[in-house]
């Protein structure tokens, strides 16, 4: 009977080291997913930003034509 408290006692030790090890790769993971939507935010504005200067001049010229 010891033995076997003894082994899921282990069992539960390593669980609990398992959810540990989620929990903070779960945090990493929020992090990061956080950073690459800022990135992919500042990008997508960056690129409408580049389109909009690009088109505007090019729009112009054709109202005066």
Same mark, same amino acid.
């Given at each position: ?10 069992? =539960?030790?390593?669980?609990? !080291?398992? #959810? ?6 779960? #945090?990493?993971?929020? %992090?990061?997913?956080? @950073?690459? @939507? %800022?990135? !992919?935010? =500042? $990008? +997508? #504005?960056?690129?409408? #930003? $580049?389109? !909009?200067? +690009? &088109? =505007?001049?090019? &729009?112009? *010229?054709?109202?005066? *034509?």
């Amino acid at each position: 009977q010891g033995e076997q408290l003894d082994n899921i006692q282990h069992h =539960v030790s390593l669980a609990n !080291a398992y #959810v540990d090890r989620g929990t903070k790769q779960l #945090v990493s993971a929020k %992090k990061t997913q956080s @950073r690459t @939507r %800022k990135w !992919a935010l =500042v $990008i +997508i #504005v960056a690129l409408l #930003v $580049i389109i !909009a200067l +690009i &088109l =505007v001049p090019v &729009l112009k *010229s054709f109202k005066t *034509s």
